[in-house]
């Protein structure tokens, strides 16, 4: 047991409060990576095996439909369903996507 002395010297509190800090990061770290994990796997059961079977960019009567200033790229899958890139989770636009190809390394939003 620490004598309130000992408590009050800053060496002790630094020590204390890294800790506590420490476990917090540990802590939201491992929250992160459970939420990725969880992400990964929805995504992984939608998307793994599916093929492409058609492309082609929203209308400008269907971006304004979503509430979007830009026409992004619309991927069609097999079973139907479909992708499309926005500019954040909030969709609040359209959104260009990057790839790895070397001759299209941009899929660009057109504008209206």
């Not at 082609?56 to 304004?64: C, G, P, V």
């Amino acid at each position: 047991m620490y004598s309130k002395n000992e408590c009050s010297k800053p060496g002790l509190i630094r020590t204390v409060i890294d800790i506590i800090s420490e476990f917090k990061l540990i802590t939201m770290s491992k929250q992160k990576v459970n939420n990725n994990l969880s992400w990964e796997k929805r995504i992984t059961k939608c998307l793994v095996g599916r093929k492409i079977i058609q492309t082609r960019y929203l209308t400008i009567k269907e971006s304004e439909h979503c509430g979007f200033h830009h026409q992004p790229l619309v991927i069609i899958l097999d079973n139907g369903e479909w992708l499309m890139p926005m500019s954040d989770d909030e969709g609040n636009d359209g959104g260009a996507m990057s790839t790895s190809y070397d001759e299209l390394s941009t899929i660009p939003v057109m504008r209206g």
